[in-house]
């Protein structure tokens, strides 16, 4: 078995000639942030129940769990990108990476610069009053976490730009998602337990175009054997590693 760094040097080779990388990102990579995963060690499905907090059905019957829920989720830890979204904004400006698709709703891969990203699973930068129709950013709900009700008509109904379980992914960039996996060359998945459809699909879709496929991820998944490189290892370290390589190869 070859060793980790033998990986990153192939890594770093694939990326380095590669002319569409996209970058595949779930919510390992925002771990070394210290945002929690959902699934994994100590994953936030083993304290909460997603039907409860994270599904659209639960969100109507009680919006207040999603909210103690998110506090976990965002605003317990003051996160910040970390080496790994920066290494991937690096690679975006090198014009290697030309899209990152994500199923977080962190925001940690725009503010560490990165230009193109795909949502799929939205964001919480804005939250709208189910009843009244006011459109709030996240830094104001974060402020009244504890107790969110609308300013104009006291909804508790405060449904933040996220998708919940039950509901259909923002349908733009679904498409843009697949259209970018269908025409890249190399296709790049860091932090995510690619358990979760329809953007599971998305490694498959790369690789029936021909594309070659890196997989970075803490413990092995159930599809590491779609990808020519796998590194079970922390997202941070790795990428900053590959960053470097891939810049010496460049020259
Ligand atoms: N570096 C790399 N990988 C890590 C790290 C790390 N520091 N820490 C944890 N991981 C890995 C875990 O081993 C796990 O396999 O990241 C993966 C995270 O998997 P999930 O928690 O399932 O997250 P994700 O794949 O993004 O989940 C998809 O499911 O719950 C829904 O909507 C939610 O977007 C989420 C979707
Ligand atoms: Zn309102």
Same mark, same amino acid.
């Given at each position: 078995?070859?060793?980790?760094?033998?990986?990153?040097?192939?890594?770093?080779?694939?990326?380095?000639?590669?002319?569409?990388?996209?970058?595949?990102?779930?919510?390992?990579?925002?771990? $070394?942030?210290? /945002?929690?995963?959902?699934?994994? &060690?100590?994953?936030?499905? *083993?304290?909460?129940? @997603?039907?409860? %907090?994270?599904?659209?059905?639960?969100?109507?019957?009680?919006?207040?769990?999603?909210?103690?829920?998110?506090?976990?989720?965002?605003?317990?830890?003051?996160?910040?990108?970390?080496?790994?979204?920066?290494?991937?904004?690096?690679?975006?400006?090198?014009?290697?990476?030309?899209?990152?698709?994500?199923?977080?709703?962190?925001?940690?891969?725009?503010?560490?610069?990165?230009?193109?990203?795909?949502?799929?699973?939205?964001?919480?930068?804005?939250?709208?009053?189910?009843?009244?129709?006011?459109?709030?950013?996240?830094?104001?709900? $974060?402020?009244? /976490?504890?107790?969110?009700?609308? &300013?104009?008509?006291?909804? *508790?109904?405060?449904? @933040?730009?996220? %998708?919940?379980?039950?509901?259909?992914?923002?349908?733009?960039?679904?498409?843009?998602?697949?259209?970018?996996?269908?025409?890249?060359?190399?296709?790049?998945?860091?932090?995510?337990?690619?358990?979760?459809?329809?953007?599971?699909?998305?490694?498959?879709?790369?690789?029936?175009?021909?594309?070659?496929?890196?997989?970075?991820?803490?413990?092995?998944?159930?599809?590491?054997?779609?990808?020519?490189?796998?590194?079970?290892?922390?997202?941070?370290?790795?990428?900053?590693?590959?960053?470097?390589?891939?810049?010496?190869?460049?020259?």
């Amino acid at each position: 078995m070859d060793r980790i760094s033998d990986r990153i040097r192939k890594a770093a080779e694939i990326i380095a000639k590669a002319k569409h990388a996209v970058v595949f990102t779930g919510a390992g990579i925002s771990a $070394e942030s210290g /945002i929690p995963t959902f699934r994994g &060690k100590g994953g936030l499905w *083993e304290k909460y129940d @997603p039907e409860e %907090v994270a599904s659209i059905s639960g969100f109507m019957r009680n919006p207040r769990a999603f909210w103690e829920f998110s506090k976990d989720l965002l605003v317990k830890v003051k996160a910040e990108p970390n080496d790994a979204h920066k290494a991937i904004a690096e690679l975006e400006e090198m014009g290697i990476v030309k899209a990152v698709i994500t199923q977080n709703v962190d925001m940690l891969h725009q503010r560490a610069g990165s230009k193109k990203v795909l949502e799929l699973h939205g964001s919480m930068s804005y939250v709208d009053c189910l009843k009244c129709g006011a459109i709030y950013v996240w830094e104001d709900i $974060e402020k009244i /976490i504890d107790n969110p009700a609308c &300013k104009n008509c006291g909804s *508790e109904l405060l449904k @933040p730009r996220v %998708v919940f379980f039950g509901e259909p992914l923002p349908s733009g960039i679904l498409s843009e998602a697949m259209e970018e996996s269908r025409k890249c060359d190399v296709f790049i998945a860091i932090g995510t337990s690619l358990v979760v459809y329809p953007a599971a699909h998305l490694p498959f879709m790369a690789k029936d175009h021909g594309a070659k496929l890196i997989l970075i991820n803490a413990e092995p998944t159930d599809k590491d054997y779609l990808f020519d490189v796998v590194i079970h290892d922390k997202a941070a370290p790795t990428m900053k590693k590959i960053l470097e390589k891939v810049k010496e190869l460049r020259g």
